[in-house]
């Protein structure tokens, strides 16, 4: 059961993790309207090895964090100050992701999709601090094992929630899309702003609490 329960919460936190519009997925989509579907599905799925190393090594600081109560306070004058600097990089520095995206993200050598997804992804380091709140959440209520199947299980599920999304992405962009120069609507850096500006204003709060 706690396989499963693993599975479920890896694969849904990845799934929802990818659904915002944002470098990746529209840089899978857009390989998917100029190059076709092949090319884009290499792409996601080196963006998946990335995403599965990241929830890895994620998870094992996690793991060392459970065992590890008292370490939890000391991080989080550090992690206040992790998430003020995100919150600043998103709302006044990051590009705006209504802009198209360059064509330099997108070459057309069938060689180089599987690495420039590992590439791509790896630029997102988001997903170390996504994996250790939501794993360190799940396991308060005990619906998540750091025991090392387990772990390996939602390792594997990230990768398949990650690529599944991507997929859908790419099934409703296709190639030759007229719609395919149409820039987003909403500028998602300051969606994610908005939202790292919040966990900081409640990491603030719970330390003022504990030291008063």
């Known amino acids: ?15 929802i993790g990818v659904i915002p519009p944002g470098l990746i997925n529209m840089s899978a989509a857009k390989i998917s309207m100029k190059e076709g579907r092949r090319n ?12 599965m190393l990241q929830t890895y090594i994620a998870l094992l600081f996690a793991r060392y964090l459970e065992k590890n109560p008292d370490v939890i ?9 992790i ?7 998103f709302l006044f520095i990051a590009k705006d992701t209504r802009r198209a995206i360059p064509d330099n993200l997108v070459r057309k050598s069938k ?27 799940f396991s308060v209520f005990g619906w998540f ?3 090392t199947p387990e772990l390996l299980t939602a390792v594997l599920a990230s990768g398949f929630g990650t690529f599944i999304m991507l997929r859908l992405y790419i099934h409703f962009f ?12 909403v500028n998602m850096n300051f969606i ?12 603030a709060f719970k330390i003022f609490k504990d030291l008063y």
């Open 40 to 51: 884009a599905t290499l792409f996601s799925l080196g963006v998946c090895v990335t995403v």
């Open 83 to 89: 998430f003020i600097c995100i919150t600043i990089y």
């Open 1 to 15: 059961m706690a396989i499963l329960f693993n599975f479920i919460i890896g694969f849904t936190a990845a799934f």
């Open 192 to 203: 994610i702003g908005a939202v790292t500006a919040l966990i900081s204003l409640i990491t």
């Open 73 to 81: 306070a000391s991080l989080e004058q550090v992690a206040l100050g």
């Open 174 to 185: 296709k190639r030759n899309d007229a719609s395919r120069n149409t820039p987003l609507k």
């Open 111 to 137: 060689k180089k999709r599987f690495f420039g997804g590992i590439f791509i992804a790896s630029l997102n380091v988001l997903p170390l601090p996504y994996w250790v709140y939501v794993s360190v959440t």
């Open 145 to 147: 094992s750091f025991d």
